[in-house]
């Protein structure tokens, strides 16, 4: 099965249809991922039909959950995951990706000029310090995390970039249940209410993944969140 044939059909089971342009920029990042992967570690996910389905289908799980022109923001982006593909899909959502690796920064740089987006923008910084940011603090409508930490942690650094009202998707794998029992706390403190978790398999698999929507209820003490490292050695 062609790249183009593979990917168009496992996007249809999650109910998206991709045009010949889409199509072409997510076989583009692809191959830039894979040439860059030589020289930083991106993935290890280096066989077409798993980067398809583990990584673009996986991060495009969450698009029909982000509407048009909403603010977005991609905490622990990495490869870009799941921000370069939210933006293939829906080039009208204005995101921003954000990572602590400068050479990744680098190689998402080079994507989004190699694939002409527009609104998108990678920012080199920590999740604790841009969550301080004025120009950022509590900005978005919708904040997202794929894979960067257990889900007390990331509440923490996503809740303070959250409008009130605005939403926090965590992209998460299978086995959440003692996460989200250690989360009360921090969902108490900090101002979040879990408002759903949706479970699905990817498409012909039997890989299992979570979706946890956090709805921030209130504005953000000013001391989250704390200095680099404290969310992760001291959670919430």
């Keep these: 099965m062609s790249f183009k044939e593979n990917i168009l059909d496992k996007m249809s089971k999650i109910g998206i249809k991709l045009n010949n342009e889409q199509v072409e920029k997510f076989y583009k990042y692809e191959k830039l991922m894979l040439e860059w992967n030589e020289k930083i570690n991106l ?3 280096v066989d077409e039909n798993e980067i398809i389905l583990k990584h673009f289908v996986d991060s495009a799980i969450i698009t029909k959950y982000i509407k048009k022109e909403q603010k977005v923001v991609d905490i622990g982006t990495g490869a870009g995951f799941p921000g370069i593909p939210l933006k293939i899909i829906n080039e009208d959502i204005d995101i921003y990706l954000i990572d602590s690796l400068n050479k990744r920064i680098k190689f998402l740089e080079n994507v989004i000029h190699a694939l002409e987006l527009k609104k998108i923008c990678a ?3 920590r999740a604790e ?3 301080h940011n004025k120009e950022f603090r509590q900005q978005f409508d919708v904040v997202t995390s794929r894979a960067v930490a257990k889900f007390n942690v990331l509440l923490e650094y996503m809740l303070p970039l959250t409008k009130p009202e605005g939403t926090c998707i965590c ?3 299978p086995n959440i249940e003692e996460e989200i029992k250690e989360s009360k706390n921090a969902l108490n403190i900090l101002g979040g209410k879990i408002e759903k978790i949706e479970n699905f398999r990817l498409p012909d698999s039997d890989i299992e993944r979570n979706l946890i929507f956090v709805k921030c209820t209130k504005q953000i003490q000013n001391k989250y969140p704390r200095k680099a490292g ?3 050695t001291l959670p919430l």
């Design 171 to 173: 992209l998460k794998g």
């Design 129 to 131: 310090e841009i969550g």
């Design 230 to 232: 404290t969310p992760t």
């Design 43 to 45: 993935t290890s996910i």
């Design 123 to 125: 920012i080199h910084s």
